[in-house]
């Protein structure tokens, strides 16, 4: 699924990608499909094409990590490179590695939970930075809580 966003990343216009070949176990998944290796692979043609179909966001979501680091921090590099965005990853490990937070603005972390529920939870046990500070809290707020 491939589709432009408002609520993923707070205050940006994101093209959010869901990545498959997932490698977490999260009781009561929400995306079961996504463990397995489904649909067209992201090469850096594809994003383009994405871009081009997509105009005016201002972020770049990968809804999930696959399990291809390489390529998962070549595509953010050179999203980076070459269009005017942020990056942002939803991972549902509870940590990512340091090359990870260095390509890209936006990280969540943490498996889904349902008995905690999602980020938009305040009983959530997934977090959501920017350039490394835990910013979870403007969803809460976005809810009036
Ligand atoms: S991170 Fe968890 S909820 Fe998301 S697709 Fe993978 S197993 Fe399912």
Not at 28 to 40: F, M
Not at 84 to 92: F, I, N, Q
Not at 121 to 136: A, M, V
Request: hydrophobic fraction near 35%.
């Amino acid at each position: 699924m491939t589709a432009v966003v408002m609520e993923e990343i707070p205050s940006r216009v994101t093209l959010a990608v869901e990545i498959s070949n997932c490698r977490g176990n999260c009781e009561g998944c929400h995306s079961p499909w996504l463990k397995e290796d489904v649909g067209e692979e992201l090469t850096e043609e594809a994003v383009d094409r994405l871009f081009a179909a997509n105009y005016g966001v201002n972020c770049f979501l990968f809804l999930g990590e696959g399990r291809d680091a390489d390529a998962l921090v070549r595509l953010a590099l050179y999203i980076k490179a070459k269009y005017p965005v942020e990056t942002a990853l939803y991972s549902g490990r509870p940590e990512v590695e340091k090359r990870l937070w260095d390509v890209f603005d936006y990280v969540k972390t943490g498996p889904y939970v349902k008995a905690l529920g999602p980020l938009n939870s305040p009983t959530t046990n997934q977090r959501f930075y920017h350039h490394g500070e835990d910013i979870t809290a403007v969803f809460w707020r976005k809810k009036g809580k």
